[in-house]
């Protein structure tokens, strides 16, 4: 033991006087520099640990190890001196394992853990072979040194590489096969920035552990508790009581079967978001489920499904550590330099936390990524419970690639999705075109069996139709609202809402409230708290808004009127009166403005459609399920279900394309910071002026912006925020003139002002 302790002590002096130190990074904060053997070896286990959850570990090692196989070149080696620059030390890495192990999916992630996914395409890959790489460095780069010398000093570096990868083929199907490619490629991005992380911020790197665990037999445990304790405090006979404890148990009682995908069709005010908890929390335990992340459409309903949740769950501690909200919103909450707001940033970046509260925008625009920091935590849906809340408002034209991405990640990695609406989509529909971008198509299992006839016994509200022809000026639709003490009224358009919110304001004065997406996060967060707190204590109030009060807020009105509109906004709006029984039955009053009008697109072909089938001699039922399938059937047969760029990038398998048109929010629109808050402006308006225009900067500017068309700024006051490297921004602008927002409506820009030249 003694000669072998000695023989090593003189192999490790004679490695250090022979063989030079190849470094990953530079110096840190202590003096330190990065051994390339220990990040390579670093890297190779973090991500093979990441990846092993969906049986890609080898895949990940591999890539680990090879990643950075430039770095091994003398030019780069004088870059971390401040000697060089223009450099790829990523490509060497990725040519090797093409060549070597005619495995083109990790040789893509190695390449795009700095430039992004590329193409995947066959001539691009040939691009990457040895006798074609050095006339094809991306971005004119210069390879950092010869291929032969950098594999001898790996070798010589004490690293070795393996004889062969056991690994999965990605699918046949394209948009499964992206996702087999994102996921390999997320384990490999995390792992590459949390050991660059543990070299440059060791404090960080100390700040992420111990990670929390879902522990969902204890949570599901602490849940029970909680609704017991709930239902204690309710009238435990009545009919909406009765409703939400067969919903609980149906949902209880399904969660002992495999994972896969689901959907939960109940009315509103049956208390789907505790369902879809006990659910998720049983059906975790019951399948060794790691992670359950909640997916939610707008940030007006955000707030409070993450209120529910941290209430139920109080009991499991941890803190951030525990629920991750990420959202602008939860990122204002948290603002400063705080522990907190910093362990909540860092969480943000890779999703390392038992429970993910996020919105469709973040979630599904990082599905559809190529970057690196988008991706890298998509391996964390691996072995999740996915609950995708409101999700009729999917737009129609991404819905294919979606449902097949969804389907895939429920089937190869054993995540279980669950849609959870009222007014469920006829996705099922769609099934045969689904299957031409993965194999399993979509089928899913329904948590509410049909014999509880929820909708059935949830009819809280008499819907009343407008009579053929008929329209209402909104003098008239103001007069109606005479006698009523608390009145909701949607309409389609944000000038609807504020020209009848001025109707209103003589009559109401103080107790009349407008809210749409004119105003501000913040400012429309503020109006619902007031709103919510007068309807409590029995106050007099009068709502007027667009119709991002529908889906899921939580607002309980004796009265309601909408404005004729898509069939499932007016089975939303209703949700919205007496949604909590408290009367034998409320009205829903729809009606055709003289003024009529509506967002353009499928909204206006949905509102159509409803218009069509009120005029049969049946009329429609929004409390029956079978309305919505065949109306949902009759839309996908009359709408566009596909955009062609979308659907030619993904059938093609072109990342960068994939990323520029897959939108939840139309890409014509930009972002507004506007004056609500005039201190908060100021300092944001400095910030950008100092710092310029950053990742930490948009989420905190967020709530304080409005979204707008771009031809609406086009020559409004406003000022460009600027990029790092001076360049005017085409989608962050400070709004410059104060009286455009009104604190009543928000922003109005005025009509004269959005054609004129900037």
């Known amino acids: 033991m003694a000669r072998i302790c000695v023989a090593c002590e003189v192999f490790c002096f004679l490695y250090d006087e022979v063989m030079p130190t190849y470094y990953a990074h530079s110096e840190n904060e202590r003096g330190d520099w990065n051994p390339l053997r220990l990040h390579l070896g670093g890297v190779a286990e973090r991500a093979r640990g990441f990846a092993e959850a969906f049986g890609a570990g080898e895949g990940a090692f591999l890539g680990g190890l090879l990643h950075d196989l430039g770095k091994y070149g003398d030019l780069f080696q004088e870059r971390l001196k401040g000697r060089e620059k223009g450099l790829d030390h990523w490509s060497i890495g990725a040519s090797v394992c093409l060549e070597r192990y005619r495995s083109s999916e990790i040789a893509m992630a190695i390449q795009g853990h700095h430039l992004g996914l590329q193409w995947w395409d066959r001539d691009e890959l040939r ?7 050095e006339g094809n460095v991306p971005g004119g780069r210069r390879l950092t040194g010869d ?68 522990r969902p037999g204890v949570a599901a445990e602490v849940l029970d508790r909680y609704l017991q304790v709930l239902a204690a405090g309710t009238d435990s006979s009545s009919a909406v009581a009765g409703l939400r404890h067969d919903l609980l148990e149906a949902c209880r009682a399904a969660a002992t079967g495999a994972p896969g995908l689901f959907t939960l069709t109940a009315p509103t005010g049956a208390g789907k978001t505790l369902s879809t908890l006990a659910f998720a929390l049983r059906h975790a335990e019951e399948n060794a489920l ?56 860092m969480l943000a970046q890779n999703w390392d936390a038992p429970v993910i509260i996020t919105t469709s925008v973040q979630f599904f625009e990082s599905l559809f990524s190529n970057s690196p920091a988008a991706c890298r935590k998509l391996h964390r849906l691996a072995g999740s419970v996915i609950v995708f809340d409101e999700v009729q408002t999917l737009p129609l034209k991404v819905v294919l690639p979606t449902l097949a991405t969804l389907s895939h990640l429920a089937a190869r990695y054993r995540s279980s999705v669950v849609f959870s609406t009222a ?35 949830a009819r809280r509200v008499r819907v009343e139709w ?81 119709q991002c009060v529908e889906a899921g807020v939580d607002l309980d009105f004796p009265a309601a ?58 009329g429609i039922s929004i409390d029956d399920p079978a309305a919505f399938e065949e109306y949902f059937r009759m839309l996908y047969g009359i709408t566009k279900l596909e955009d062609r760029e979308l659907r030619e990038a993904v059938l093609t398998k072109h990342f960068p394309n994939v990323r520029e048109h897959y939108r939840i929010i139309e890409q014509d629109s930009v972002n507004a910071v506007v004056t609500y808050d005039r201190e908060r402006y100021e300092e944001l308006a400095e910030e950008a002026g100092r710092k310029r225009l950053s990742r930490g ?34 989608d962050w602008f400070l709004y410059l003139f104060d009286k455009h927002y009104d604190p009543g409506t928000g922003l109005c820009i005025p009509k004269e002002l959005e054609y004129l030249e900037a």
Request: hydrophobic fraction near 40%.
């Open 290 to 345: 790691r992670r359950l992340v909640v997916v939610m459409p707008f940030l007006s309903i955000i707030d409070q499904t993450a209120r529910v949740y941290r209430e139920a769950l109080a009991e499991m501690g941890d803190g951030e550590r525990y629920f991750l909200e990420h959202h602008s919103l939860a990122i204002e909450a948290v603002d400063g330099e705080g522990q907190d707001a910093r362990l909540r940033g």
């Open 466 to 546: 407008p009579q053929r022809g008929e329209r209402v000026g909104w003098g008239e639709l103001a007069a109606q609202f005479e006698g009523l003490s608390q009145v909701l009224c949607i309409v389609n358009l944000k000038r609807h809402a504020r020209d009848l919110f001025h109707v209103l304001k003589p009559q109401w004065g103080e107790d009349v409230f407008h809210l749409s997406t004119a105003m501000c996060p913040k400012h429309r967060g503020v109006v619902l708290a007031g709103v919510r707190k007068r309807l409590e204590e029995g106050k007099r109030c009068a709502l007027v808004a667009t």
């Open 147 to 214: 291929r032969g010398v950098l594999l001898d000093r790996f070798r010589a570096d004490g690293l070795t590489l393996p004889e062969g990868v056991a690994r999965t083929p990605p699918d046949a199907k394209s948009a499964a096969a992206m996702l087999d490619l994102r996921m390999l490629f997320s384990a490999l991005t995390d792992a590459d920035y949390l050991a660059t992380e543990e070299h440059f911020d060791e404090a960080a790197a100390r700040m992420r552990e111990p990670a929390a665990e879902l």
């Open 561 to 618: 009127f909408r404005a004729l509109g898509p069939l499932d906004a007016v089975a939303q709006a209703a949700g919205r009166c007496n949604r909590n029984g408290k009367l034998e039955t409320g009205v829903l009053r729809v009606f055709r403005p003289e003024d009529e009008g509506y967002p353009a697109g499928v909204y206006q072909q949905a509102a159509d459609l409803t218009g069509v089938l009120l005029n049969r001699e049946e």
């Open 423 to 457: 007014t469920q989509p006829a996705f099922r529909h769609l099934d045969e075109q689904v299957r031409r971008y993965c194999t399993n198509g979509w089928q899913p299992r329904e948590l509410a069996p049909e014999e509880l006839r929820l909708f059935e016994r």
């Open 127 to 133: 691009k990457l072979l040895p006798l074609e790489l």
């Open 697 to 730: 900067w948009v989420m905190r500017a967020r709530p304080y912006a409005v979204s707008c068309f771009r031809r609406e700024v086009a020559g409004a006051m406003v000022a460009p925020v600027l990029l790092k490297d001076g360049a005017e921004s085409s």
